[in-house]
């Protein structure tokens, strides 16, 4: 399957549960702030979550059987969605579909691990786990905290240096969009 298709460029990190996709993304973020970069970030959760309080209005409308809840402030504003029982939880590409691409240079993916797009494998071999980039033709590069036990052609990033991993998408991202090197 050809990579997911959308205004602006996407890149995912993908990874065994408990290798650190999480961490390197907030590592990350502060970087490619810094170089004045405004990302998007679409998370995959694999069980129910809630983003909402119970002593709030938003939660107790929500609650009462709203489907959609938009909750707008001077600062923000967040949409939550509820899904009914005949509906299915977002492909990567449903969740592309909301992103305003207007507002961003590119979107950086967290799970969805076997979603077609361009993606960073975060991999450490201490857990024991096979590297994904061995079956998935997507993975672009490999973040990892032992190089010496990585057996791969692809680039080997050092998931302990962020701004390395950070250097690498702003190659992947000036590529993309034919500008100079972010």
């Known amino acids: 399957m050809d990579a997911i298709e959308f205004a602006k460029p996407v890149i995912g990190l993908c990874?065994?549960?408990?290798?650190?996709?999480?961490?390197?993304?907030?590592?990350?973020l502060p970087i490619l702030c810094a170089r004045k970069l405004n990302v998007a970030v679409i998370k995959h959760a694999h069980h129910s979550f809630d983003v909402d309080h119970p002593d709030k209005d938003s939660f107790r409308v929500r609650k009462a059987g709203a489907r959609q809840v938009l909750i707008s402030s001077q600062k923000r504003w967040a949409l939550m969605h509820e899904i009914a029982p005949d509906e299915t939880e977002l492909t990567l590409?449903?969740?592309?579909?909301?992103?305003d691409a207007g507002c961003i240079d590119f979107v950086i993916v967290e799970g969805?691990?076997?979603?077609?797009?361009?993606k960073i494998e975060v991999h450490r071999p201490a857990?024991?786990?096979?590297?994904?980039?061995?079956?998935?033709?997507?993975?672009?590069?490999?973040?990892?905290?032992?190089?010496?036990?990585?057996?791969?052609?692809?680039?080997?990033?050092?998931?302990?240096?962020?701004?390395?991993?950070?250097?690498f998408i702003g190659q992947f991202i000036s590529r993309r969009t034919n500008k100079a090197e972010i």
Do not use: C, M, W
Not at 112 to 118: D, E, G, N, Y
């Open 112 to 118: 969805f691990k076997s979603a077609p797009v361009h």
């Open 93 to 99: 590409q449903g969740a592309l579909e909301r992103i």
């Open 15 to 28: 990874a065994y549960s408990g290798s650190g996709k999480t961490t390197l993304l907030e590592r990350l």
């Open 127 to 167: 857990l024991g786990k096979p590297l994904i980039a061995a079956t998935d033709r997507h993975v672009i590069a490999i973040a990892t905290d032992q190089p010496e036990k990585v057996k791969a052609s692809l680039p080997l990033l050092a998931l302990n240096d962020p701004a390395q991993v950070a250097d």
